[in-house]
């Protein structure tokens, strides 16, 4: 099946630091999302991705859909504390499944540093 | 974005029994949909709801093990029948508002 290939796995932040992470794909995809969960929750959209080559900014992050529409990535900017929490990528389209149907990346998990 | 509700938020089951989860949202929706989330692991779909027709299920999933309900248009339900311990996950409905979906808080069952 359709896979993305998220990373890093895990990172520790500073506050104050700029965190950048991407996702990856053997398929093309036409909508890119990111997503964040925090413990106990279901997950919150970020930043949402229509075409190839779009920057999009939301606060502090900035996301960008990839010109091959096969990769995505998502920067934060002067994290902060409540930043923690696991970030997902996510894309749908092109791939011969079902509209509407997501396949996640398996996660980014940011923790601050101790 | 959507306003999306869940019962029961958690449970502790006993396997072979079976468990009702229900989605609201706060307004209708055409596509409805059913994820499941392992402990510490990304979230797989298990079903496409849409109402009035027979929910679409994805490879690993069957209908005797996920029975889904759709209504109407502003709610959903899942069932997870027979459960055993590999059950134990957070089940997740989300919605779709464009081309963007937005998920539920998530009900957490375990099953001893």
């Known amino acids: 099946g359709q896979q993305l290939n998220q990373s890093p796995q895990s990172m520790f932040i500073q506050e104050g630091e700029d965190v950048s992470m991407n996702c990856t794909s053997s398929s093309i995809f036409n909508t890119w999302l990111w997503y964040k969960q925090d413990p106990g929750e279901g997950p919150v959209l970020l930043i949402a991705?229509?075409?190839?080559?779009e920057l999009t900014s939301n606060g502090r992050l900035t996301a960008q859909f990839g010109i091959t529409r096969k990769d995505s990535f998502l920067n934060i900017s002067a994290s902060i504390p409540s930043d923690v929490g696991i970030y997902f990528c996510a894309g749908s389209g092109d791939y011969g499944g079902s509209q509407g149907n997501l396949i996640f990346g398996k996660g980014t998990k940011l923790s601050v540093k101790p | 974005s959507a306003v999306i509700s869940q019962k029961p938020s958690r449970d502790i089951c006993q396997r072979g029994t079976s468990l009702t989860i229900q989605c609201q949202v706060d307004?209708?929706?055409?596509?409805m949909f059913w994820y499941r989330q392992q402990p510490g692991q990304s979230l797989t779909l298990i079903a496409t709801a849409n109402q009035g027709s027979e929910a679409t299920y994805e490879s690993g999933f069957v209908i005797d093990k996920f029975p889904i309900s759709r209504p109407n248009l502003t709610f959903s339900t899942l069932t997870v029948s027979n459960m055993s311990p590999e059950d134990s996950s957070i089940y997740l409905c989300?919605?779709?508002?464009?081309?963007?979906?937005?998920f539920g808080p998530g009900t957490r069952l375990t099953v001893l």
């Open positions: 989300s919605v779709e508002r464009g081309y963007e979906q937005f």
């Open positions: 307004s209708q929706v055409t596509m």
């Open positions: 991705l229509y075409k190839a080559g």
